[in-house]
């Protein structure tokens, strides 16, 4: 069985845009550039022919990739499950109890995860770890170092 992608309905657009971009005009403009690279000559000697076979093959894999996600997608919607509970699109705030530090993240589909800007991944040990958990319940988060608990302080829409 295929695996289900889970993504709100922003990035499903961003994700359609993009597949549209790169049938279209990319896909042609990397032809061109393999065309023009042909006529340099020797294709055995030819760097400029083999960087543009290099492009080419990262754009079909890129969008094989976005039409396996596409086939095989679920809409995140905003008003699934009980609101006081931690799920896909709650942005929460934690506080680490061994610390005291406090933070905010996103949960997140996994296409869609972006940890440096606070867009955790629901697949991660951490997105795991706080689904389905309300405020002022421990998650347990299983680490390299160790376990590590997070009270769940906020949860917002």
């Known amino acids: 069985m295929a695996k289900e992608y889970k993504l709100s309905a922003e990035r499903l657009e961003e994700l359609k845009t993009e597949l549209n971009y790169l049938k279209t005009v990319r896909e042609k403009e990397v032809a061109d550039q393999i ?4 006529s340099f000559g020797d294709l055995s000697e030819n760097s400029e022919y083999d960087e543009a076979k290099n492009v080419q093959g ?8 976005l039409e396996e996600i596409l086939s095989n997608y679920k809409v995140i919607e905003e008003n699934e499950a009980d609101p006081n509970t931690v799920r896909i699109g709650s942005k929460i705030t934690v506080t680490d109890v061994a610390t005291g530090d406090e933070e905010t993240y996103q949960v997140v589909g996994s296409q869609e995860a972006d940890p440096m800007n606070g867009r955790i991944s629901e697949e991660s040990p951490f997105g795991k770890a ?28």
Do not use: F
Not at 58 to 65: G, N
Not at 130 to 150: D, F, M, Q, S, T
């Open 130 to 157: 706080l689904l389905g958990k309300a405020i002022g319940e421990i998650a347990v988060v299983e680490a390299p170092v160790g376990n590590i608990e997070y009270k769940v302080v906020a949860i917002q829409r």
């Open 35 to 38: 065309k023009e690279a042909r």
């Open 58 to 65: 990262k754009l079909y894999s890129r969008i094989a990739e």
